[in-house]
């Protein structure tokens, strides 16, 4: 009798503990554990413009044109100035390094 009690105590703890693992149909506890989603993305509302709000200035300068371009220019103003070609040399060579 004590022994049956011994079993029935045995088994009841053996079931209790089988009892809390879970498992989804066709599984078995030596299958590794299903990875979970990743979280949705964040979904940020823009802020929208004030049509009475100040303008913020720009304060990013423009970039400087290559020195061909500046050159080119410089002759191209030269030349409609009525400038000879050693005078439009003279003038395109100060004119492409001080221009932006």
Not at 33 to 53: F, G, K, S, Y
Not at 60 to 71: E, H, N, Y
Request: aromatic share 4%; hydrophobic share 40%.
């Amino acid at each position: 009798m004590k022994r049956s009690l011994i079993v029935a105590g045995v088994l009841l703890w053996a079931m209790g503990a089988a009892s809390a693992q879970i498992l989804a149909p066709g599984r078995s506890t030596w299958d590794p554990p299903v990875p979970q989603p990743p979280p949705p993305p964040r979904i940020e509302v823009p802020a929208i413009p004030r049509m009475d709000a100040p303008t913020q200035p720009s304060l990013r300068s423009r970039p400087r044109s290559s020195f061909g371009d500046r050159v080119s220019r410089c002759l191209d103003e030269a030349a409609a100035a009525g400038l000879n070609q050693a005078e439009r040399a003279a003038y395109s060579r100060s004119c492409a390094n001080h221009r932006d």
